[in-house]
């Protein structure tokens, strides 16, 4: 079985400051991680992944993530946020060999105040 | 590329009632799915197929049919419409190993009353 769990329905952050989003994981075998983000009334968009090698992988908009596997966590970051980094963020994950059975976290609505 | 497209965008259906939510991609994607997002539980699968003619079911399967006749198409049908079925709809669609991210369609909104 695998699950995903973001803690924090709702992330506020001012402009300009550094934004996370927490996610952590728990996947039998080794973990392929999503990040997207759901802007309103619209589909998911792909931010970025993490599949193997560096730990610190770098995606769209200057989102930046970090696979620490002792803690099975992926926590989404970005040093700077701005007001359009407003929307819904989730995380998901995938055993690596599987059958392409994606599972998804609730998500987190991340608010960037002006 | 048009992507992940997606109709209706919003539907209102009565209890009892069919109908087909129709999902294309032109991608040539090998590996297409159906989601339910409803507040607070994130997507939800709801069938997968890695390929024409073979399709196979996810965590929330029952009360819809869905088939995969070409490498672009990929139906879901509601055979007998509830409340619970009250939802917004995705479509993704990726190539087939699991290291690849999915595309979404825009989604669909059905209401069940």
């Known amino acids: 079985a695998q699950s995903v769990a973001q803690p924090e329905d709702q992330v506020n952050v001012a402009e300009g400051n550094p934004l996370t989003v927490k996610c952590t994981y728990s996947v039998s075998g080794n973990p392929y991680l999503f990040w997207y983000v759901q802007y309103p009334n619209r589909g998911l968009q792909f931010l970025l992944k993490?599949?193997?090698?560096?730990?610190l992988v770098k995606g769209s908009y200057g989102f930046e993530a970090e696979f620490n596997k002792s803690q099975t966590s992926f926590h989404l970051k970005k040093p700077s946020a701005l007001v359009s980094d407003s929307a819904l963020y989730f995380c998901a994950v995938i055993r690596s060999g599987s059958a392409r059975q994606l599972t998804f976290g609730s998500g987190t609505q991340l608010t960037v105040l002006p | 590329n048009a992507g992940v497209t997606q109709t209706p965008k919003f539907q209102v259906l009565k209890t009892g009632q069919s109908m087909t939510l129709q999902c294309a991609q032109d991608m040539n994607h090998e590996y297409m799915s159906w989601y339910r997002q409803d507040p607070g539980m994130g997507l939800r699968l709801i069938h997968y197929s890695v390929g024409a003619g073979i399709t196979d079911q996810g965590e929330v399967p029952n009360g819809y049919n869905v088939s995969r006749s070409t490498t672009e198409d990929f139906p879901l049908r509601l055979l007998s419409a509830a409340p619970s079925q009250t939802s917004v709809y995705f479509c993704?669609?990726?190539?087939?190993?699991?290291?690849?991210?999915?595309?979404f369609g825009p989604g669909t909104r059905l209401t069940v009353t």
């Open positions: 993704a669609s990726s190539y087939r190993l699991a290291g690849y991210e999915q595309y």
């Open positions: 993490y599949i193997t090698g560096d730990n």
